[in-house]
């Protein structure tokens, strides 16, 4: 089968496609043949060596959507033939899924219902679980609260503006101009430019004067700002950063209002199935899509990879095997 692999930690034109046999799948493991594998900041990340290095030759892509090609000898509940999606693999312990075939442990998969693209659910994963975990899981929003999304064109943005609107939150999110008008479709109440001077007062007057829960995908601009635009018992969930050093100007104003701070990772979910189900949930209802502005062959993947970090885009991009 062909696979991109990387021989050695690097730039992404460490990337190189290669023929290899295809992986006999574990008797946990389902073997996939890969239909679609989203393309995540934190590919690049396992490929760069910044997160604890993988052991090389190694393939990367987190996330993967597919049709299962064979089961492993223990597997229960999963037949040749399904329709299925998930992450949690190409992180250090598996093979990612930028490849015709991939090996999937069944406690990071599950079943794609009927009509939900692969296209899309390949994309799905990380930015789904995070999502979930940081508005359902660890925000606990609840309808008629007051919501930030931060970066709403986001992989994780764009997903996070969805579930806000499906449980019927008031979504306040920021984007950069051409993005506004595909965000309120997608059911933000309220797109802001970033970039603007005054986005404090207008993320509070969105918000009648403060908002509940924020998810925060870069505490080193907006640890402070959240504190600022925040109402009283306001959850902040954080997900990520440029600079490893946010710090407060002014920690009072999150200390007077009993503000929370959460901060996470995707891969400490107890159950990554759990939040995969209910992203696959509302995708079959209509509730959230994956918008997929570009795709790429696996000879592509080192542009793909560069282009996650170095584009504006709004939604996800994908690798296509
Ligand atoms: N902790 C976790 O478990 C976890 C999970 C997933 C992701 N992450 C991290 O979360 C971050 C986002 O991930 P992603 O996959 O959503 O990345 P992404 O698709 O590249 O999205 C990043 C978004 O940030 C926007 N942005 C740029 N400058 C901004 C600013 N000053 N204020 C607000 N938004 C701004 C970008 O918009 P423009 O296109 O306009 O520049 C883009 O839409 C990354 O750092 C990633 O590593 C963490």
Redesign the pocket.
């Known amino acids: 089968m062909r696979a991109v692999r990387l021989s050695e930690h690097g730039g992404p034109d460490v990337l190189q496609v290669e023929e290899i046999d295809r992986p006999e799948p574990a008797a946990d493991e389902l073997l996939l043949e890969v239909a679609a594998a989203g393309v995540?900041?934190?590919d690049t990340y396992f490929r760069d060596g910044s997160y604890p290095p993988v052991d090389v030759p190694f393939t990367p892509g987190v996330d993967f959507a597919g049709t299962v090609a064979e089961t492993g000898s223990a597997v229960d509940g999963f037949d040749e033939g399904d329709r299925v999606y998930g992450t949690g693999i190409g992180n250090g312990s598996f093979q990612g899924a930028y490849a015709e075939y991939a090996t999937v442990p069944t406690d990071r998969v599950v079943h794609l219902p009927d009509g939900v693209d692969a296209t899309e659910a390949g994309a799905a994963g990380?930015?789904g679980v995070?999502a979930w975990r940081a508005l359902i899981d660890h925000a606990g929003l609840e309808p008629a609260e007051h919501c930030l999304v931060?970066?709403g064109?986001?992989?994780?943005?764009h997903v996070a503006v969805q579930i806000g609107d499906a449980v019927s939150a008031r979504v306040v999110t920021?984007?950069?101009e051409q993005y506004h008008d595909t965000l309120e479709e997608r059911g933000a109440d309220t797109v802001l430019d970033?970039g603007r001077d005054d986005l404090d007062e207008a993320v509070l007057e969105a918000s009648d004067g403060g908002v509940d829960a924020i998810l925060d995908?870069?505490l080193d601009?907006y640890l402070q700002f959240d504190a600022d635009v925040a109402a009283q018992g306001c959850r902040v969930v954080g997900?990520?950063e440029n600079s490893p050093d946010p710090a407060f100007t002014n920690d009072g104003a999150a200390r007077s209002k009993d503000v929370s701070y959460q901060f996470?990772?995707?891969?400490n979910t107890p159950d990554l199935r759990v939040p995969l189900r209910g992203v696959a949930h509302l995708m079959e209802a209509g509730r959230l899509s994956i918008d997929v502005d570009r795709t790429y062959d696996l000879e592509e993947a080192a542009q793909a990879q560069r282009d996650?970090m170095d584009e504006?885009?709004l939604g996800k991009l994908v690798v296509e095997p």
Do not use: C, E, Q
């Open positions: 995540n900041p934190v990380v930015v995070t931060h970066g064109s986001g992989g994780v943005g920021t984007a950069a970033y995908h870069r601009d997900i990520g996470m990772s995707m891969f996650v504006s885009f």
